[in-house]
């Protein structure tokens, strides 16, 4: 972040491993034709250069500024047949019923621990709130279209639209992506924290993705076939993160449990179900045809 006091110790780690593996099981799998990779790391994730990227896949980027990240050239406007992944890292927050994605361009300059109304201002003022963040996704045509928000707060982004219902009359995500038919995976609930964790040398969502889920294809489960769907990715994250940090938990009572742990298998407190970080996800029940796969063995 422009104010080191922000840093993130595995946000770079955390988008690079999305891309690098989401690309080469795409590549393995041959259903594209094309497979684009497109990484806006550190100074590079500013505000302006990720509505760049947005509206350069919606195609309503008029002209192309001199001073875009060569990284964005690539992309193109999408086509009713593609498929597209949206990652982001970072922190996030939740203020009012808005949510904001807080981008590498805080805008504020000072100490962290002294962070007063106007500061937190000019950060929301900085970052992307979620109807920011509808009107630029809106326009983007594909046949599949997937969006993960590894951010503190971030279950914000998909509350029900008719009390999030802003001066613009926007949609609000989550009705947006019913119409779309999108897959939102978000880190945590709109009133939770999203954990990094060093023994694992990422945050616990894109371990659970990206380690487990493809890596080690812990995601195929309904039905086991040798095929990840994205539904199968994302219910496999959501239900895989809160049991992780709940191991945390238990080692540091001295219970020694492993990463094996399954809910249900053991009775836990209610306290800690309440602030155990627990993704949201979004995908319309009824039957999409063809399912996207995002892994095979």
Not at 260 to 266: C, L, Q, Y
């Amino acid at each position: 972040y422009s104010n080191t006091q922000y840093n993130l110790k595995y946000a770079v780690a955390d988008a690079t491993a999305f891309g690098e593996e989401v690309g080469r099981e795409q590549q393995q799998i041959a259903n594209y034709e094309h497979i684009e990779v497109a990484s806006l790391l550190d100074e590079q994730a500013t505000k302006v250069n990720i509505l760049r990227a947005l509206k350069r896949l919606a195609g309503t980027q008029e002209a192309w500024p001199a001073d875009a990240p060569a990284a964005l050239e690539k992309l193109k406007a999408t086509q009713p047949e593609d498929a597209v992944f949206i990652y982001f890292a970072g922190h996030g927050t939740a203020q009012g019923q808005r949510f904001y994605l807080l981008p590498h361009d805080l805008g504020y300059a000072g100490e962290r621990t002294r962070l007063d109304a106007a500061g937190l201002q000019i950060i929301l003022e900085h970052g992307i709130s979620d109807e920011e963040l509808e009107r630029a996704v809106e326009g983007i045509d594909a046949d599949k279209f997937l969006m993960v928000i590894d951010a503190c707060n971030s279950g914000q982004a998909l509350e029900a639209e008719e009390q999030r219902r802003g001066p613009m009359n926007s949609k609000g995500l989550a009705q947006l992506a019913y119409e779309k038919g999108m897959y939102i995976l978000t880190a945590a609930q709109s009133y939770q924290a999203a954990q990094e964790a060093s023994q694992l040398g990422h945050g616990l969502l894109t371990y659970a993705l990206v380690e487990e889920g493809l890596k080690q294809a812990a995601a195929d489960s309904d039905p086991k076939d040798g095929e990840v769907s994205v539904r199968e990715w994302f219910d496999y994250a959501s239900t895989r993160v809160p049991n992780m940090q709940l191991e945390k938990m238990k080692q540091a009572r001295g219970l020694g449990l492993n990463l094996s742990f399954v809910a249900g298998e053991e009775r836990v407190p209610d306290s800690e179900r309440r602030v155990t970080q627990t993704p949201r996800v979004f995908y319309r029940r009824e039957s999409e045809g063809r399912p996207l796969i995002v892994a095979k063995r």
